[in-house]
């Protein structure tokens, strides 16, 4: 186990398994094309090409775009081509930060190859940082480690407020605290999952809490918290597979920035490298 292989985790993939999604002529997502044949039974949403498959050219507008895809998921859902609907909807985009032209339920967020955005926040106290672990009855990494707060960033929300609601819910934060967050960047990787392709943003923050300050869970998302010397934390994300993948990727980023991991860490470029791949035209990570 190395920060290498964590990185690679994280950056498999094959597209040729996979045909464009389409709106307006550009590509907004990746299908597999078991998937694209199914859409075949909704003509009058898609258009089924050979070699990619686009929204029907008659849907114009946001909201019969949003619509229309949103009564299709049912049936894929039944099918195991998406996953259960989580009741947040992010925007489709061509490009990251660009605007979006619908909305989709983030259970499909996958199955439909499309951008996805979310943050994640290290709590650090000096040289030490706030690691949670995840509640084990979550449906995703159930009882794995993570980064201090994390969460996706639906529609509907500026990037700021979804920080302040998440460091609320998660962690009993106050506003206050929560807006002394600093952003330092954006991390994006492209991962083949069985239900799809996850092509996914995490914009990075740092956020130095106070010595008495302690989370608290609070949604039921996190089991506990602990507060552990970085030093620990680095040994962990490398030597095990304890943490979840993104939020270890998270971890390296602040180690790599913060001086812990340096040009003498064996595959360092490549870290590098697979913190910020394009998302618009992913390449593979070499093995």
Sequence with gaps: MSYLDRIQFANRRDLSGFVPWMIEGSVVGYLRPEL?????????????????????????????????????????????????????????????????????????????????????????????????RRSFTKPLFPGQLDNMVAGGWPVGLTLQENVIKECAEEAGMSESLACRAEP????????????????HAMYLYDLEVPDAFVPRPVDGEVDSFNRLPIGEVSSIVRDTSEFKYNSSMAVIDFLQRSGHLTSDTPGYDRILEGLRVSLESPEPVSP
């Excluded at 990251?96 to 032209?101: A, I, R, V």
């Excluded at 330092?184 to 092509?199: A, D, Q, S």
């Design 36 to 132: 694209r044949d199914l859409l075949a039974d909704w003509p009058e949403v898609f258009e089924i090409g050979s070699d990619a498959v686009a929204l029907h050219r008659g849907l114009t507008e946001f909201d019969a775009r949003s619509a229309a895809v949103s009564e299709v998921l049912p049936s894929l859902r039944e099918e195991g081509y998406v996953r259960s609907a989580v009741g947040e909807c992010y925007g489709v985009v061509r490009t990251l930060g660009s605007e979006p032209l619908m909305q989709i339920d983030r259970g499909a967020v996958e199955g439909f190859g499309i951008i996805s955005t979310g943050f994640h926040l290290n709590g650090l106290v000096g040289d030490d940082m706030w690691i949670a």
């Design 184 to 199: 330092v960047g954006v991390m994006t990787y492209v991962m083949e999952i069985e239900k799809g392709l996850r092509r």
